[in-house]
């Protein structure tokens, strides 16, 4: 083969190529021209439909936006009044307490005084009535003793007298 049909051959293959090369080129500008107005026409049908809901949205913004301020000052006030009412009540409780503990004190104080009373009531009972009331048992006693004693020796006496038959 010569130069001349191989320069000929490579020509024509690169002719080739170049002609499927630009089908291909063709066939793809084409779908990428329908993609795109596929695309295009999406995005207009999603701007219609989310035109209202976002004109919606808007006014609903509009209207809400006094009522937001409002709300959000009266969170705020209630915010404020609840920390003061909480230390309020933190104080009240703080002195609740302390009364409560200065009360359990005196309490405290007034049983231990009842129960030191009643100690010293019933030491002064033992001495000044139970130990007398002892004595005088014990020297009743005595006496009883004493009487019992000179019964039996008194009737002892009149038995020895009397034949021994009581």
Do not use: C, W
Not at 134 to 145: D, E, M, P
């Amino acid at each position: 083969m010569s130069e001349h049909t191989v320069l000929t051959i490579f020509v024509a293959v690169a002719a080739v190529a170049l002609i499927i090369q630009m089908g291909t080129l063709i066939a793809l500008y084409k779908a990428m021209n329908n993609a795109s107005s596929r695309i295009e026409r999406a995005i207009l049908r999603l701007e219609e439909r989310s035109a209202p809901v976002l004109a919606t949205a808007q006014t609903i913004l509009v209207d809400a936006q006094p009522k937001i301020s409002e709300i959000t000052t009266n969170l705020a006030e209630a915010s404020a009044m609840l920390r003061i009412h909480v230390a309020e009540i933190g104080d009240a409780t703080g002195e609740i307490v302390e009364r409560a503990r200065l009360q359990a004190v005196r309490l405290d104080e007034l049983v231990s005084g009842t129960v030191e009373r009643i100690e010293d009531t019933a030491e002064f009972v033992q001495h000044t009535v139970v130990k007398p009331i002892r004595r005088i048992q014990a020297i009743l006693q005595a006496v009883q003793a004493g009487i019992g004693f000179l019964r039996r020796s008194h009737s002892g006496g009149k038995s020895a007298v009397n034949g021994g038959s009581d």
